[in-house]
């Protein structure tokens, strides 16, 4: 093949490749935006605290926020509450707020909180809030789930399923300004 041949099939190679990557770019643009609605939605929410007190998460915007969807009555959350309520105190002097969002009753919450020393505000939800996780990136709308919000509000990380504490953070980690 001469200079010029393999030129062509050069630039041809090369012109396949930016069409299918701007194709690619584009088709991920919904997905973006939904993440990006989904994101906005999460720190509209406002629910009431275990007093009864409306507390909007859009309050805490600025820092990472840790978001936990979590229940009395579910093991797992059961489980990793503890390891959150001791990697909130390792980051108290930080740009970063641990809020539990518990789909159950205001005194079980309040009951739970006294015997675990949960540091964090714990906020009152139903299953209907839980509905809302599916965007971002709950399908089956179980527990716990996990969502970190970083300092501009965009979702930076969700696990559906425990996080240890290790990973808990590390994942805080990256979302902190260096």
């Known amino acids: 093949m001469n200079r010029t041949t393999r030129l062509l099939v050069f630039a041809a190679i090369a012109a396949t490749a930016a069409t299918v990557g701007h194709l690619t ?10 993440a990006s609605n989904a994101a906005e939605t999460l720190m509209a929410l406002t629910l009431p605290d275990l007093q009864g007190k409306e507390q909007a998460l859009e309050q805490w ?23 959150f309520a001791a990697v909130s105190r390792k980051f108290a002097d930080q740009p970063v707020q641990f809020v539990g969002i518990s789909i159950d009753t205001a005194d079980k919450i309040e009951e739970f909180r006294r015997q675990h020393d949960v540091p964090y505000p714990l906020l009152v939800a139903n299953h209907e809030t839980l509905r809302l996780t599916a965007d971002l990136g709950n399908a089956p709308q179980a527990l716990p789930f996990t969502v970190l919000v970083d300092r501009k509000g965009g979702i930076g990380y969700a696990k559906l399923g425990t996080l240890s504490e290790t990973e808990l953070e590390g994942r805080i980690r990256e979302l902190l300004p260096r």
């Open 25 to 34: 770019y584009r088709s991920m643009e919904p997905a973006r935006a939904a």
């Open 61 to 83: 915007r600025g820092k990472v926020i840790v978001v936990n969807y979590w229940a009395t009555w579910c093991p797992p959350c059961i489980k990793e509450i503890p390891e």
